[in-house]
């Protein structure tokens, strides 16, 4: 079942690629029944998901690699546990949002939509791999597709923003393989299952344990991203095409989030216990630093990205505030951001298909000639600064609850941050959407297609669901947070 | 003796088949020179056949007074090389029809290829240098074929500080000859060896020892261009044909490793009282190598020149291996098995990137980068090879080059030389930028001109197949691995 959710979209991608040249066209519809068939299949796991069950589930395990006598023995092991799941359903959901808000490309539009599905193998393949190989694997497949697909359909210096998210990511990356190799050498029996390691006694054999979580760190902390890793993210977010920024923020930084709650909350949790207090002032620079640099933005894309550099502060002050309720915290916080941030990404975007512009001197009045467009922006807006009744107000007050008992001067920084974005947030709404009419805008029009009111609907409805009722999600995160929650102690 | 000769068979088979092609390429006549590379190959096979033969008789066995040793690790590299020389048959096919001298092409091509099988079955310090020469001069020839000003300058220079390179070696050889008296690595019989001579551990011989590491190391990262020793390796790779840089970026590599085995992990012995000394030595290589060889790379225009500079590099990666001693569990060492196979696997991205930069450059006439702009367009077969042979190359996935790099690194980790593998992953970073650059420019640039880039059916079925390993190594690099780790049993 895994295995099918998480290769099914490679093999539509192969299938895409190889259509003839004259059926371009249809490469838009198969790639929307390849997402929609993997949204179904995630959503089935959803159901079947026992939320009363320990550990992992819909499990599969084969040996890919042995030569366990010399600890290098690779398993192909794929599971879901609360966690995982939540991060999957995040996934299969935004990809078929990105799908069919790039219903109207029209550049080698075969092309794009093959690297769109090979890229969510990738990424269904990180948030599902039980193996830190397989993990590490997964975690560069994802490259080159994002690669290509900022330098080939972005805009702007779009293949200097491509070239700088791919080092960044690249470095870090390969400072965290070598994290891997000695944890798992850390361990005895030396291993890259990483569900042996989480009950394995770790010991500092090659390299110290402190060491090895900050090698490991630095592969999360560039992907998260966490200040002053960031820079990458603002270039990329505003070059890459709309359902390429949609991904990115929604998704590729949980890859950063979830990799810090599994590896190094889930195995180095002693080490995590120690450094606590620094990832948490990491947590509130990053806070601070990208709320301040909101105020300094005049591109939407621009503003939405050092937004995201401030949420993402949130996930890591919950992770580093290592208890249930932070950790908790931390994950809904990753998914509802991932989606508000999503329908941001996709409003701008729509914005900018018909003005062919972000900036906001330049924007304005626009509530009154596109509708549509002006709900979706303003009801993301009030979710992105978490308003009651939406997903992001829940998350953020299980991060602060979560974080206020452990470290009280960063919580109250934070909550000082989030007053700051919010004021900036109402601010860029009003003028943007409620200043005077602009003359030059009167012509333009709303979001009429089905393919943009659906995607738009459905993350609305998503993210007041998961606001009013957030139980039903919650119960399945905490039978993936509980068991990592009480190693921590 | 002579009824040990069956097991040299592979080796005498190629030189016999050598004689032959050459007779025949002098009858002068096209119709009769056009099988040239048919015989070669037919050559090869018969190699071929009459090793698995030897595997299954289980002829393995250390002949002729403990001078060669048929053993698995000597049977992977005679695998090895065939594999190697028949893709590289297959792929210059083609190219070889334009020359004058063919039957003289293939010759010394299937004399190189059995002086490194012997090379990598060597146990005693002269044959080793016989062996050796015999290749290096064999490669000298290749490299100037093609007779014009460049391929001279790089066969002159190649055959100068080659020459140089085997003095150094040879100079090494006579220390350990003076200290051991005998010119065998082991011996089977408990006789005088080098390697008994060592794990006597006595201080006094050990500075004449440590001379011998230095000039022998130094001699062998000749042959597989390690940084200080590398020069020749751009200039010969830019002007040299390139099927022959293909095969010498491949198997010279690769004799040259197992050489390097064989003398240091068989001879000097990783766990003896000299072991960390040589194996410092490999690791500052290492280090060296990779660093420079990449730093260089990111400056080239010429994409030969950029293999060239990246092989230096990729020779870094496999030093790290050498230098892994500590890493052994069960008495296996896991960094010769990881340098075994991470060679396998570079013989197939490195040949497949060669060719295809072959059946490109022949068709738009140039070896520079920016030329290659929008190939992709006009020859996906080729461009999609060379792009996954570069992403091998990288060490990412989803190709061979992502175990082998892996299998390396976690073998110098298990060594505690977790400094040489940070050295090694920033490396890869770097190298990701400048192998990247091609691929963007394949796929990213508009073309200059129109019009679909073909290869001949035997350059696009090498092509294809290099290509394919690449993939397929990555799927199920077990078997592989297994044997490696098999072959690196009979070192001891």
Not at chain 1, 239 to 246: E, F, G, L, Q
Not at chain 2, 6 to 23: F, S
């Amino acid at each position: 079942m895994l295995t099918f959710l998480v290769f099914f979209p490679v093999v539509g991608a192969l299938v895409i690629a190889s259509l003839p040249r004259d059926q371009e066209r249809q490469a838009k519809w198969m790639a929307l029944g390849v997402t929609a068939t993997v949204l179904i299949v995630s959503l089935i796991i959803f159901a079947a998901f026992d939320r009363n069950a320990e550990g992992l589930q819909f499990a599969q395990r084969y040996r890919w690699l042995r030569a366990e006598n010399v600890g290098f023995d690779v398993h192909y092991f794929l599971g879901v546990d609360g966690l995982s799941l939540t991060m999957v359903i995040l996934t299969t959901f935004l990809f078929i949002v990105a799908t069919l808000i790039s219903w109207n490309i029209e550049l080698r539009p075969k092309e794009y939509f093959a690297w769109i599905l090979a890229l969510e193998t990738g990424v269904l393949g990180v948030f599902t791999a039980q193996d830190l190989i397989l993990f590490f694997l997964f975690w560069e497949i994802e490259l080159l597709p994002m690669y290509f697909l900022i330098s080939i359909w972005g805009s702007g210096r779009k293949e200097y923003s491509a070239m700088k998210f791919l080092l960044f990511t690249i470095s870090g990356s390969a400072l965290m393989l070598v994290g891997f190799l000695a944890l798992a050498f850390s361990a005895n029996p030396s291993t890259f299952d990483m569900q042996a390691l989480q009950g394995a006694h770790l010991s500092s054999t090659v390299l110290p344990l402190p060491l090895i979580f900050f090698l490991i760190f630095a592969g999360f902390a560039v992907k998260l991203p966490v200040v002053p890793f960031h820079t990458w993210l603002p270039d990329a977010h505003t070059d890459a095409p709309t359902a390429v920024s949609v991904i990115l923020a929604g998704v590729l930084l949980k890859m950063g989030g979830y990799g810090m709650l599994r590896i190094l909350a889930g195995i180095m949790p002693k080490t995590a216990q120690d450094y606590a207090v620094w990832l948490a002032s990491l947590a509130v620079i990053s806070i601070v630093y990208g709320a301040l640099m909101v105020f300094r933005q005049r591109d939407l894309k621009r503003l939405i990205a050092y937004s995201s550099v401030s949420h993402m502060g949130y996930v890591l002050l919950g992770i580093a505030a290592l208890g249930q309720v932070g950790l908790t915290g931390a994950t809904l916080q990753m998914f509802s951001h991932g989606i508000i941030t999503g329908l941001l990404f996709v409003m701008v975007g729509l914005i900018y298909d018909r003005a062919h512009t972000r900036s906001v001197d330049e924007l304005s009045g626009l509530a009154h000639v596109m509708p549509v467009i002006a709900v979706g922006m303003v009801l993301a807006g009030l979710a992105s600064l978490g308003l009651p009744a939406m997903s992001g107000f829940v998350a953020e007050v299980m991060v602060f609850l979560g974080a206020a008992g452990r470290f009280q001067a960063p919580t109250i920084l934070a909550v000082v941050a989030i007053v700051l974005t919010a004021g900036y947030i109402l601010w860029m709404l009003r003028r943007v959407m409620f200043g005077p009419v602009n003359e030059r805008w009167m012509a333009l029009p709303d979001a009429v297609a089905w393919w943009e009111q659906v995607p738009i609907a459905a993350m609305l409805a998503v993210i007041l669901a998961v606001g009013i009722y957030p139980a039903r999600l919650i119960d399945v995160i905490q039978q993936g947070i509980f068991p990592i929650a009480s190693r921590l102690g | 003796m002579l009824q040990d000769l069956d097991r040299i068979g592979p080796e005498l088979i190629l030189m016999v088949a050598a004689g032959c092609v050459l007779a025949v390429g002098l009858l002068d006549r096209e119709r009769e020179r056009a099988w040239l590379p048919f015989g070669a190959l037919g050559g090869l096979a018969a190699s071929a056949i009459w090793c698995v033969v030897l595997v299954l008789r289980h002829r393995q066995a250390v002949v002729f007074s403990g001078t060669f040793s048929l053993d698995t690790f000597s049977i992977f590299f005679v695998f090895l090389f065939i594999g190697v020389a028949g893709l590289v048959v297959i792929a210059s096919a083609d190219f070889v029809k334009k020359l004058r001298y063919q039957g003289e092409f293939w010759a010394v091509l299937l004399l190189a290829t059995a002086a490194m099988m012997l090379l990598s079955g060597a146990r005693d310090l002269i044959l080793i240098f016989v062996a050796l020469e015999m290749s290096s001069i064999s490669q000298y020839i290749l490299a100037a074929f093609l007779r014009d000003d460049r391929a001279t300058e790089a066969g002159l220079k190649y055959i100068l500080l080659g020459a140089i390179a085997s003095a150094v070696i040879l100079y090494g050889m006579a220390f350990l000859f003076g200290i051991s008296g005998t010119t065998k690595l082991v011996s089977a019989d408990g006789g005088p060896s080098i390697a008994s001579l060592v794990s006597q551990a006595d201080p006094g011989t050990r500075a004449a020892l440590i001379a011998a590491i230095v000039l022998l190391a130094s001699g062998f990262s000749f042959k597989v261009a390690l940084v200080p020793f590398q020069m020749w390796v751009p200039d010969v790779y830019e002007g040299a044909a390139t099927p022959v840089a293909a095969f010498l970026s491949v198997a010279s590599k690769a004799a040259g490793f197992a050489v390097i085995m064989r003398v240091f992990y068989e001879g000097f012995g990783p766990h003896s009282f000299v072991g960390s000394d040589w194996s410092n030595v490999f690791a500052g290589l290492a280090a060296v190598s990779m660093t420079a060889g990449n730093i260089m790379a990111l400056l080239q225009t010429n994409i030969k020149r950029l293999l060239g500079y990246s092989s230096i590099a990729q020779a870094g990666n496999i030093a790290v291996g050498v230098a892994a001693i500590a890493a052994s569990k069960d008495g296996l060492a896991i960094g010769p098995s990881g340098v075994t196979f991470f060679l396998a696997a570079y013989a197939f991205t490195n040949l497949g990137a060669f060719f295809a930069i072959l059946a490109i450059s022949q068709r738009i006439g140039s070896d520079k980068i920016e030329d290659y702009a929008g190939i992709a367009r006009r020859a996906p077969l080729l461009a999609g090879v060379l792009a996954i042979c570069f992403v091998s190359l990288t060490g990412l996935p989803p190709s061979a080059g992502f175990w082998g790099k892996l299998y390396i690194f976690n073998a110098a980790i298990h060594s505690d030389l977790a400094w040489l593998v940070i050295v090694a992953v920033v490396n890869t970073a770097i190298s990701f930028y400048y192998y990247l650059r091609v691929v963007g420019t394949m796929y990213l640039s508009p073309p200059s001109e129109e019009g679909e880039i073909s290869a001949s059916p035997m350059l696009s079925t090498a092509v294809a197949g290099a290509g394919l390993g690449v993939l397929v190594l990555f799927v199920l690099p077990w078997p592989l691995l297994h044997a490696a780790e098999r072959a690196v049993h009979a070192l001891g």
